[in-house]
């Protein structure tokens, strides 16, 4: 039955400002190892200054997220990432700039380090930092989200792999096999 009435195109769902995130957000990935109670970290010059952080980076386009996971570590420490779990994932806002990133941070064990390889541009040098060290560096850190993850480590946050599956994994997967 009709009401005479206009009828209105459909409201949008999100707000613009959420839609201005969803758009706008950078998507990273993190490593997070610990071995012999101290964290694996990278320290990396920006704009001048040394700051702390996990291995980490962007995903490039056509990459799984765990692509992208295991490519960093290897790019920023020179060490060869294993995932295990996806400890949590992470919406931050950086207060100078406006600029989003979500992050998913994954724990993992590390083998097979190369102390030849070249690290990424901007890298200085890996360490491995107890948790009081790195907590006594908040100050350093490249963005909250490294103690953030690093403390969601600590409390036992584990989520299975596959809850970050994407299509694109279905075609890198095919894409392997192919090649073998």
């Known amino acids: 039955m009709r009401s005479g009435l206009p ?10 400002a959420v839609d201005s995130l969803r758009l706008r957000a950078e998507v990273t990935v ?18 001048g200054a040394l700051l702390l952080n ?22 920023e420490s ?3 990432f294993r995932p295990v779990a996806l400890v949590g994932t992470y919406l931050w806002r950086h207060p100078d700039n406006g600029r989003s990133t979500l ?5 993992g064990s590390v083998a097979n380090h190369d102390p030849t390889a070249r690290l990424d541009r901007g890298v ?6 107890t ?10 850190m490249r963005s909250p989200l490294v103690l953030r993850s690093v403390e969601d480590f600590m409390a ?6 596959d809850s970050v599956a994407s299509a694109d994994a279905e075609n890198a997967r095919r894409r392997h096999a192919v090649a073998l």
């Open 30 to 47: 993190a490593a997070i190892v610990q071995h012999e109670q101290r964290f694996l970290i990278v320290e990396e010059r920006i704009r």
């Open 54 to 75: 996990q291995p980490a980076g962007h995903v490039e386009l056509g990459e799984t997220l765990i692509d992208a996971v295991i490519r960093e570590a290897r790019e």
């Open 156 to 161: 036992g946050h584990r989520y299975a792999l």
């Open 124 to 129: 200085v040098r890996a360490l491995w930092l």
């Open 131 to 140: 948790q009081r060290e790195l907590n006594a560096s908040a100050a350093r």
């Open 103 to 107: 992050r998913f941070a994954f724990c």
């Open 78 to 80: 020179a060490w060869d």
């Open 7 to 16: 009828i209105s195109p459909p409201r949008r769902v999100c707000s613009p």
